[in-house]
C-alpha cells in the first residue's frame, strides 16, 4: 500500500467538493433511467458514453453470453435472455499495469417501484429532502456508482492519474442472478481486488449469505373411479407456505457458524409471488409459490436445494392430500453461493486507513443477510472484495432514500483508497488541461 501525500488528498478532495452538484445532477439522472432488471441498457449507454468523454477511459461494452457462462459454478440458470442488457467496463491502464490493480464494480439494475401508488414521491424524479434523496436506486446502488465515478474524475481533475490499471465496471442482472458481474469476470475483466459500493452505511462487509430462488408448482385435482375430486389449490398453498416457514425455523436452529451464529434470524426465505386461480365463482384447483431461501458459509447450493425438497416431502405426508401429490420443486435464478473473507486482509486496512482519513476511526464490520457480487471475486477469480457504500434505507420498498452526506464521505473515502492502493501520478499538462475544461 502507497501513502499519498496530504497534500495530493487535499486537493482531490477539494475538486470532489467543488463538483458536488455535478456528482448530484449524475446521479439524479441515473435514477431517472427505469433501469429494471432486464431493461438496463439505456442506463449503460448513458454510462459508456460518460465514461469515454468525461473521464477519458476506454471502454469496453458487450452483452453477457449465456453460453459462454452456463458451466460456470457461480452460473445463475435463467428463464430470460440478455438482449437489452449490457456490461460496460471503463478502463484506466496505468504506468505499473496490475501492480495494485483496482476494480470498482457497481450493478445498475434495480427492482420494480410497485406499487407506484404507495410512494411520496415519483420513484423515477429524484426528490431531494432534509439530507436524503428519494428514488428507487438511489441507495441501491446508484449513489455508489456516482461515487466511484466522481472519485476517480476528482483525482483526475487534481491533475493525477492512478499508476496501476483501474476498471470501473457496471453491471446488469445483480438482483435476479449476479450473472452480468461472472460475464465481465469471465471475458478478462478481472484484477486483484476490488470493491462493491453496496449501501452499507459505511461498514465494511466481510462475510455474506448465499441466495437460491426457488418455485413450487402444485395441482389439487385428484381423478378416480368414482369421479374428479379437487381441494382449493389456494388453502393448500398456505399448507406449503407453513410447511417451507417451518423448514427456515428448523435451518436458523442449526446456525452454527461463528459470524452469524448471534443472529436471531441469519437465514431468511421471503414468499414473493403467489399464483392461484382465474375466477371468483371458482374453485382454484392449480397452485404456484415462488421465493428466495438463504444459506450460511459451510453450506452449499446443492445441499440446500436437496435438503429443501427432502424437508417438503417429508413435512407434506402429514398432509391428506399432498401425502400422495406431492408438488413439484423447481429452482430458477439465484443460485450464489456464500462466502466470507479476511477482514484484516490488505484491502481491507487500506480500506480502514481511507476512511480513517476521511471519517474518523475505522469501518465497523458487518455480515450481510443477502448476497452481493462480491461472492464472484471470493470465490471463483482469487481476489479480494469488499462491500463498502453510503447510508440508505428502503431497498427494495417504497420511498428508497440514500443520505447525501454519505455520498460525499464514501466517494472522498474512494479517492483515498485508489491513491493509496495504486499510487499516484502527475499527468502531462495537455490532458490535465482537457481533464479541468470538462463538466
Known sequence: MITAKDSDITAIHEEIENSWHDQLEFLKELIRYKSISGEERPIQQYIAH???????????????????????????????????????????????GEKNALIFQGHTDVVSPEPVSLWNT??????EK???????????????????????RAIQKAGYQPKSNVMLQFVPDE?????????????????????????FGLKAAYAQVGSIWFRVRYDTVRHTQDGI???NAIEKGQVIIDALKQYVRHLNEQVTHPAFKDQEEPIEMNIGKFHSGDFESNEPVVGTIEGRIGLVPGETVKERKEQMRAYLREALQSDEWFRDHLPHIEFYGFHAEPTESDDQSLLFQALDHAHEEVIGGQPKRRTLPSTTDARFFQLYYDSDAICYG????????????????????????????????????????????QVKTSK
Open 122 to 127: 415519483d420513484p423515477y424524479e429524484p426528490t
Open 130 to 152: 432534509d439530507g436524503r434523496l428519494y428514488g428507487r436506486g438511489a441507495a441501491d446502488m446508484k449513489a455508489g456508482l456516482a461515487a466511484m465515478v466522481f472519485a476517480y
Open 390 to 433: 453510503p447510508e440508505g434505507a428502503n431497498f427494495h420498498e417504497i420511498n428508497e432514500w440514500v443520505d447525501l452526506e454519505s455520498v460525499k464521505q464514501v466517494t472522498k473515502v474512494y479517492a483515498n483508497l485508489l491513491s493509496s492502493w495504486c499510487g499516484l501520478e502527475k499527468v502531462s499538462e495537455a490532458t490535465a488541461e
Open 175 to 199: 438482483e435476479r442472478t449476479g450473472n452480468g458481474a461472472l460475464a465481465a469476470l469471465e471475458a478478462g475483466f478481472t484484477g486483484k481486488a476490488a470493491l462493491i459500493p453496496e449501501p
Open 229 to 231: 375430486f379437487n381441494a
Open 50 to 96: 460518460y465514461l469515454q468523454n468525461h473521464l477519458y477511459m476506454h471502454v469496453d461494452r458487450f452483452q453477457p453470453d449465456i453460453e459462454a457462462i452456463a458451466k460456470h459454478p457461480g452460473f445463475s440458470p435463467v428463464e430470460w435472455d440478455y438482449e437489452n442488457s449490457d456490461v460496460v467496463v471503463g478502463s484506466h491502464y496505468g504506468s505499473e
